[in-house]
């Protein structure tokens, strides 16, 4: 079964307020990407963590990835409603076997 | 560029029924793999090709098949469509397996009655 879980399933915020999706793997990996779904939509690349501890931003949007390369975060400031979607991370489980394999992912919904 | 090109976008199969889709890429990538997605389920590895010639299973492989004839192209055959079946399906492609970015394909919604 999948082994990188993504929490919260469902976020419903107001619109200004900050988001976070956290996403944990039961293996350490040797890098994280992340992915937004418009609704309808198909999944598209965010970004890619590499590092221990690297934090990188995107705007309004902070990454995140754990010390011990076994979670990462994403975190929305002052969302707007074009960060309506679903947010995936992703990463390959094994060392060696780069398969990506995905989180069950955030569906993230903006109330105006 | 087209990128990675998907078809059909919709299909309605009756049990039983077998099909193709298809799935195109116009960017030398070599990785390409086929999921598919289920309501709260997030994406699931269906299959995967490293290279022209080479494939491989993912987590769901089974009733369906994958071949990888040409670089460009990944078709993935439903060999008896079942219900369980119906989900959306999506190609993607990147330029080698080792996680470098995944390019998606508009996805495929496919419904068996």
């Known amino acids: 079964g999948q082994q990188v879980m993504q929490i919260p399933q469902y976020q419903h915020v107001q619109e200004g307020e900050d988001f976070t999706t956290y996403c944990n793997s039961s293996t350490t990996l040797s890098n994280i990407q992340w992915y937004k779904q418009r609704p309808g939509g198909h999944p598209v690349f965010l970004i890619q963590?590499?590092?221990?501890?690297e934090v990188k931003k995107q705007k309004r949007l902070t990454f995140q990835f754990g010390e011990a390369k076994k979670n990462s975060s994403l975190h929305i400031t002052a969302t707007q409603t074009t960060d309506v979607g679903t947010y995936f991370c992703?990463?390959?489980?094994?060392?060696?076997?780069?398969?990506?394999?995905f989180g069950t992912g955030t569906r993230l919904t903006i109330i105006p | 560029n087209a990128g990675v090109t998907q078809t059909p976008k919709f299909q309605v199969l009756k049990t039983g029924q077998s099909m193709t889709l298809q799935c195109a890429q116009d960017m030398n990538h070599e990785y390409m793999s086929w999921y598919r997605q289920d309501p709260g389920m997030g994406l699931r590895l269906i299959h995967y090709?490293?290279?022209?010639?080479?494939?491989d299973q993912g987590e769901v492989p089974n009733g369906y098949n994958v071949s990888r004839s040409t670089t460009e192209d990944f078709p993935l055959r439903l060999l008896s469509a079942a219900p369980s079946q119906t989900s959306v399906y999506f190609c993607?492609?990147?330029?080698?397996?080792?996680?470098?970015?995944?390019?998606f394909g508009q996805g495929t919604r496919l419904t068996v009655v």
């Open positions: 993607a492609s990147s330029f080698t397996d080792r996680s470098t970015e995944a390019f």
């Open positions: 963590l590499v590092k221990s501890g």
């Open positions: 090709s490293v290279g022209a010639g080479i494939t």
């Open positions: 992703a990463g390959p489980l094994n060392f060696g076997n780069e398969k990506l394999t």
